[in-house]
């Protein structure tokens, strides 16, 4: 309970609301269709990706810049953080990820909003495949993620947000089409 009273504990958990909040900002807003045609799956991947990276790497130092609830649980599973950490980490990403969506819509126009970037299951695809495919793209962000911030690879140039960025930009282009 200790951890609660420490100002760094609040400042990293206002890191992730406002990580959350930019990234879901920027990531959905990129997949709205300003112009007729059909959504870019690059760009909005790129933007998820690119929104991932800048955030690891302005916050990463306060938080771990985790960003993404899956995150913040495998770090938990895996005795990386606290649990009250992880807790207060959860909260501020659902609430950031809330007001990043409602910023947008506040901003968007009636016409673009449309679904607000959500995406749908492809008619041929069902509920349980879309499961193991959002399962397998976790799985590989989350390996991508410890395997870029682990400790014993001291010495190796670049910085851990590329990678994380990269690898959601893939998962991005694999699951969304």
């Given at each position: 309970?200790?951890?609660?009273?420490?100002s760094?504990?609040?400042?990293a958990?206002l890191?992730?609301?406002?990580g959350?909040?930019?990234y879901?900002?920027?990531?959905?807003?990129?997949?709205?269709?300003w112009a007729?045609?059909?959504?870019s799956?690059l760009?909005?991947a790129?933007a998820?990706?690119l929104?991932?990276a800048?955030l690891?790497?302005?916050?990463?130092?306060?938080?771990g810049?985790h960003i993404n609830?899956?995150i913040t649980?495998?770090?938990?599973l895996?005795?990386?953080l606290?649990?009250?950490r992880a807790?207060?980490?959860?909260?501020?990403?659902?609430?950031?990820?809330?007001?990043?969506a409602?910023v947008?819509y506040?901003?968007?126009?009636?016409?673009v909003?449309?679904?607000?970037?959500?995406?749908a299951?492809h008619?041929?695809?069902?509920?349980g495949?879309?499961?193991?495919?959002?399962?397998?793209l976790?799985?590989?962000?989350?390996?991508c993620?410890?395997?870029?911030?682990?400790?014993?690879?001291?010495?190796?140039?670049?910085?851990?947000a590329?990678p994380v960025g990269?690898?959601?930009?893939?998962?991005h282009?694999?699951?969304v089409?």
């Amino acid at each position: 309970m200790r951890e609660l009273r420490s100002s760094s504990f609040w400042r990293a958990v206002l890191a992730e609301f406002l990580g959350s909040l930019l990234y879901a900002l920027l990531g959905l807003g990129a997949s709205l269709r300003w112009a007729p045609g059909p959504p870019s799956v690059l760009g909005a991947a790129l933007a998820f990706g690119l929104a991932q990276a800048t955030l690891v790497q302005a916050l990463g130092h306060v938080s771990g810049g985790h960003i993404n609830p899956a995150i913040t649980l495998a770090f938990l599973l895996a005795s990386q953080l606290s649990l009250p950490r992880a807790l207060g980490y959860l909260l501020a990403q659902l609430l950031g990820a809330l007001a990043g969506a409602g910023v947008l819509y506040g901003l968007t126009p009636a016409p673009v909003r449309g679904t607000l970037g959500l995406s749908a299951l492809h008619p041929g695809v069902g509920p349980g495949q879309g499961t193991v495919v959002e399962l397998l793209l976790t799985a590989q962000f989350i390996l991508c993620v410890f395997a870029s911030f682990d400790d014993r690879h001291d010495g190796r140039p670049g910085s851990a947000a590329l990678p994380v960025g990269f690898s959601l930009a893939l998962g991005h282009l694999f699951g969304v089409k």
